[in-house]
């Protein structure tokens, strides 16, 4: 299951790059850092802003240990196949916790429904995040603790901290596991230390790395609305979000203490003012994945007995019951999947063409570039690539900008996009080349 998963999610996310739908916001981002630890440079973000430094940003030292396969292959491809590896490889230990506790037959059928989740697919159909690493450790530490070998849980669940600041959080939980159900003091250990290193990464690290001496991200936690309850709760959008996250598994893992693991991160992101953190979409929820399928697991056999008590006559169809819940869930949601939709044309056609790829093969290799958030991916492997319209401006003009025009939507609306190309004759730019929708200019004066 974990390779049938690894060939699914790198077609997609390898298919999404070559047709052109993936985007410097964040696949961009994270090739421009991770190209910087491959030569041993600072972690600059060119795309974040001139010399932005990403520790600044998000604390995620742990993509240096990307560099050395960057360097042997370097693209923006060898990401995404990290990153397709990662998510397979953590369908192993919670498929095999599952058939630990449920059997081969359900077992099966949860770590398939899993390998399948729209949390994951969605992570997957996004570029490429850190998110992922976080993913596989979660997945590994889970099974550790359902088997109740804390110090491995331990090993496991320490390199989070190295991943992303928020997961320190999470760490805590996994302490506080290990605080309520093995070593005390093992437990107690973890807690604090995953408190500590939040807290050290959020309030010191990042505001040391940041050129504005800030966390940035720490302001969307700020402006409290009425009821604090009413904050985790509301809108509505917050709720399905809840509900979409334990369907796949049937709702068993209300049943397991394990769930606790999930909290803090869906604490943060619903306390959190940007509602992109609210619902389904991007990669929130897939570090959540692992915890609700291997909950979902862990309870399952005591769900089965307490029916088994309460009904008897009723027991026998417990397991084929779940089963078929979570492969029909696991088929509907995949209708309209990003892996659903391989299946249909749409993705297979480009939205690059040949022709305008060329367009960007003029640019030479080591120049500046001020790139169009769409075309930005396909040049940070071998250019200095800025944030088109963000840049050129008087006060810092690149060699080169590479534009959509007419310009769409992104994340900038049309009409600045259009404001600036207007201004590039005056920056000192001369149009060099223009195919299809792709125009090239260069800095000549």
Known sequence: MSGIAFLLYELLSVLRHLTGRTTGFDLG????????????????????????????????????????????????????????????????PITRLAISACGPGLGGILGAAYALSWGIQNAVAFDFHETCLAVVLVAFC?????????????????????????????????????????????????????????????????????????????????????????????????????????????????????????????????????????????????????????????????????????????SGQFRRTIGTWCVVFAVLLSVNSPIGELFRSAPWRPVLSSAERKALATIPDQATVAAENSLAPQLTNRTRVYLFPSFPHQQFRPDWVAVVDPPKKGLAPAEQQLAVMRQLPALGYDLTVRIEQVSVYRLTR
């Open 29 to 92: 981002i994270f090739e421009q850092v991770v190209r910087k630890y491959a030569h041993l440079d600072a972690p600059v973000s060119e795309l974040k802003g001139p010399g932005v430094n990403i520790l600044g940003d998000h604390f995620s030292p742990i993509l240096a240990a990307l560099g050395p396969i960057y360097l042997l292959v370097p693209g923006p491809v060898t990401l995404l196949t990290i990153q397709a590896a990662a998510f397979a490889l953590s369908v192993v």
């Open 142 to 314: 889970l099974e550790r603790l359902y088997r109740q070998e804390w110090g491995a849980a331990c090993a496991y669940a320490l390199p989070l901290l190295l991943v992303k600041e928020d997961l320190g959080l999470t760490v805590a939980a996994i302490g506080l596991y290990i605080l309520l159900r093995g070593p005390r003091k093992m437990g107690a250990l973890l807690t604090l230390v995953g408190v500590a290193a939040c807290g050290l990464t959020m309030l010191v690290l990042i505001p040391n790395f940041n050129g504005y001496g800030e966390n940035t991200y720490l302001g969307q936690a700020a402006g409290a609305v009425g009821n604090p309850l009413a904050r985790f709760v509301m809108p509505l959008q917050k709720l399905e979000t809840v509900l979409m996250l334990l369907a796949p598994a049937a709702f068993l893992a209300l049943r397991s203490p394990l769930l606790l693991i999930a909290l803090p991160t869906i604490a943060w992101r619903f306390w959190a003012t940007n509602t992109a953190y609210w619902g389904t979409e991007y990669h929130y929820s897939a570090v959540l994945m692992p915890v609700v399928f291997a909950a979902g697991a862990a309870a399952a056999p005591g769900v089965h007995a307490s029916i088994r008590a309460a009904l008897p006559r009723c």
